[in-house]
């Protein structure tokens, strides 16, 4: 069997013939059966960019957050969801980010947002908060990532403190300072 990227699909290879299945969270469904291993790649890649194509073409950031967070609710995982809910509702609806198109995010835009990102009672919010609401960010990417909606994760380099405003810098003592 051929190792692909988790997400991706398998190709494997059986009787002499190169079968071609879609990814786990698509059900594993047989692509059919394909001569050579170079085929069979060829025909997942393709069917996974139609996939992604039409199901998700010109939905928003936050649009395929509802749906993936809808998903994490029905796969179980309730009380941790309808909190990442209650969050992505508190933190990326309503903002440019969440309005953007899913494919169209870049990494700019999300230090951007991070930038942006205020609190209802006051300017700034704790390093800790524009943490959580970015790793929310991060995890949802990821999936649009592994569903082969985007090729990137854009949210994967950036940092709480980076650039963002967030925090203080921290003040280091020279060696001098130091007495040393």
């Not at 395929?64 to 609806?93: N, P, T």
Request: glycine share 8%.
């Amino acid at each position: 069997m051929t190792r692909r990227r988790w997400g991706t699909g398998t190709v494997s290879e059986e009787r002499g013939k190169w079968i071609p299945r879609l990814p786990r969270s698509l059900g594993r469904i047989r692509l059919g059966s394909c001569d050579t291993e170079e085929e069979a790649k060829a025909l997942l890649a393709a069917t996974l960019e139609e996939l992604a194509r039409s199901e998700y073409e010109g939905v928003t950031l936050d649009q395929y957050a509802q749906l993936w967070l809808k998903d994490r609710i029905a796969a179980g995982a309730h009380s941790e969801a309808r909190d990442d809910q209650r969050r992505w509702e508190l933190r990326v609806s309503g903002t440019p980010l969440g309005a953007m198109p899913l494919e169209h995010v870049a990494e700019r835009d999300v230090r951007a947002w991070l930038r942006d990102m205020r609190g209802k009672r006051s300017d700034t919010l704790a390093p800790r908060t524009k943490r959580n609401a970015l790793s929310l960010l991060r995890s949802c990417l990821e999936a649009a990532c592994a569903a082969c909606l985007i090729p990137t994760n854009p949210a994967a380099r950036v940092q709480v403190g980076e650039r963002d405003g967030g925090g203080r810098e921290r003040e280091w003592l020279t060696p001098v300072e130091l007495g040393e």
